[in-house]
């Protein structure tokens, strides 16, 4: 149970039948640190009324638009101390930027935006009375691979050389058009990447958050394999990182037979370790010239400290809880008690937005080596 009273937590986007939404409100109530309380839940009129009635949200604070509910929640002796902006990533920055200038904490989900201009213009905005920032890349929160950050940091792997991260799906194997396809697809409303911005920004952010790394240059492939299809659908890259490492990354959406096969796999001069989204409770450790050693939560090997366990070890904690886990630490910080050090925040999500527009400028010159920069 939370020490203090819940934070007022309010939500764009999110209404009935959207799949994120549902994933921000159970975790924002795991530990007990949030009350849902205020809500813009969708642009439909009647459908925001209705999801707001559903979640209990008083009828005066259920919203037709973030900008209302921004002015008047501000303006209230109880109002929203943070927002949850659950969107399709075009209506990501007018949001963020409304709740931010009115000081309210924003909670954002991936990507940042879907352009690099409009991410460039949210880091010009200056936050009303110190208000932060979140960006939901959740699988930082898995406490294996904090473990990996950890085991990194430490020299323990030696000095890095090479670095390979995957995230690969098959739901777009063929067209598809619903609720969550249909955003994604368009450009307009995803941005210039598909695959690359849905979930390549994921595979890159786990990658630099585990390992540390800075991105040099790029080389990337970004292929359309389903006619029709306006934006990528499938990702290679090839990259070069800051002191002479390599790595690559794969991307994809048409992958048959994967749901969400996330690896990452890091190896330097002393050793390597291995980290799959299929078995998160589960980090493979290998020190050069012994065997390999399997770590858990509760391995004794870990010799690193795992912070805040919900259940005991054997009991796997997974997508639900690594959400929670961010919310949680980012609840330390809208308190002041945690700095939130681990946290993605809106710098993360710039570089995101970066790395997204360097691949597409690169597969169009034909996988041409560019600079990130």
Known sequence: ????????????????????????????????????????????????????????????????????????????HDGIEAVAIVTPNHMHSAPVKAFLEAGIHVICDKPLTA???????????????????????????????????????????????????????????????????????????????????????????????????ELEAVSADLNIFVAGRKVDDNVHMMLRFQGGARGMLWASQVAPGNENGIAIRIYGDRGGLEWRHSDANTLWVSEFGQPTQRLTRGSAGADIPIAGHRIPPGHPEGYFEAFATLYREFAGVIRGTSQGNQLPGLADGLEGMRFVAVAVASSAAGAKWVAFG
């Open 1 to 76: 149970m939370a020490a203090q009273k819940p934070i007022r937590l309010g939500m764009v986007g999110g209404g009935e039948g959207s799949f994120i939404g549902y994933v921000h409100r159970i975790a924002s109530r795991l530990d007990g640190e949030y009350d849902l309380v205020a809500g813009a839940l969708s642009s439909r009129p009647e459908v925001a009324r209705r999801s707001a009635e559903a979640l209990g949200i008083a009828p005066d604070r259920a919203y037709e638009h973030f900008d209302a509910m921004a002015k008047a929640e501000a303006a209230r």
């Open 115 to 213: 352009t690099l201009a409009e991410a460039n213009s949210l880091a010009e905005v200056k936050p009303k009375n110190g208000a932060r920032f979140l960006l939901s890349h959740n699988y930082t929160g898995y406490p294996m691979i904090r473990v990996a950050r950890a085991l990194v940091a430490e020299g323990r792997l030696g000095t890095l050389r090479v670095a390979h991260v995957e995230y690969a799906q098959d739901w777009l194997t063929e067209p598809l058009s619903n609720k969550q396809a249909d955003w994604r697809a368009d450009p307009a409303k995803a941005g210039p990447g598909g695959c690359i911005g849905d979930i390549g920004t994921h595979a890159y952010n786990l990658l630099r958050f585990a390992s540390g790394l």
